[in-house]
């Protein structure tokens, strides 16, 4: 079965960091472009950031735009995020979710079709 | 940035009911629309892509159509599994964007 394993959240201090990692199995990691997405205590879905096949497209939510930098390791099956200048609001579920290009006819679709099961990040002091 | 307005905020509604979620971008976004269902305490799962495609594996009692700015997601008979809160989400234009969510309770 296709899987993604999410580890390294937790608790840290407000300007703190941590990095959060994503581990895929089970599938082509590097036809994959990858997607970070957030969800705060008793709250909706947040985009996060999204990084292509390569290392070319690389995008951010405005809200962790400097402070977050995401990658990938084609060779291990792995992504990434790195998380610098914690703040209170970025307490949150971190899933990692694979973007699946779905067709329609001749036009492709992205579709978050794969998800972790989320890693929980708190940051309070 | 495209902003994303689901109504109903929260739902009430029977088992066997027919039930129907309605999305609004702030802007056209042709159908680069997903929408997804989540239950309390799981991950969000993929129901819809390119506003009116089932993903696989997806009960044929989901269904949505659109275009442009105005989309719906609609559950033909309300099944008890069918519970949960939805979302849209638009891959148009980065920022990617959610709904606000549409919680779907069982009356």
């Known amino acids: 079965e296709v899987q993604l394993v999410e580890s390294g959240g937790g608790l840290v201090q407000p300007g703190g960091s941590l990095r959060l990692s994503c581990a895929a199995s089970?599938?082509?990691?590097?036809?994959?472009?990858m997607n970070w997405v957030r969800q705060a205590p008793g709250k909706g879905l947040e985009w996060v950031s999204y990084?292509?096949?390569?290392?070319?497209?690389?995008y951010y939510a405005e809200s962790v735009k400097g402070r977050f930098t995401v990658s990938r390791d084609n060779a291990k099956n792995s992504l990434d995020l790195q998380m610098n200048s914690l703040r209170d609001e970025d307490t949150a579920v971190y899933y990692c979710?694979?973007?699946?290009?779905?067709?329609?006819?001749?036009?492709?679709?992205?579709?978050?079709?794969?998800w972790g099961q989320g890693t929980t990040v708190i940051v309070s002091s | 940035d495209i902003q994303m307005t689901q109504s109903p905020s929260s739902l009430s509604a029977s088992v066997g009911d027919r039930v129907t979620i309605t999305c609004r971008a702030s802007?056209?976004?042709?159908?680069?629309i997903t929408w997804f269902q989540q239950k309390p305490g799981k991950v969000p799962n993929l129901l819809i892509y390119?506003?009116?495609s089932l993903q696989s594996g997806v009960p044929s009692r989901f269904s949505a159509s659109g275009s442009g700015t105005d989309f719906t997601l609609t559950i033909s008979s309300l099944q008890p599994e069918d519970y949960a809160t939805y979302y849209c989400?638009?891959?148009?234009?980065?920022?990617?964007?959610f709904g606000q969510g549409t919680r779907l309770e069982i009356k």
């Open positions: 979710a694979r973007v699946g290009d779905l067709w329609v006819g001749g036009s492709s679709y992205y579709g978050m079709d794969v």
């Open positions: 089970r599938f082509t990691f590097s036809s994959f472009g």
């Open positions: 990084i292509g096949t390569s290392t070319h497209f690389i």
């Open positions: 802007q056209s976004i042709s159908n680069y």
């Open positions: 390119a506003a009116s």
């Open positions: 989400h638009q891959t148009h234009s980065i920022p990617w964007t």
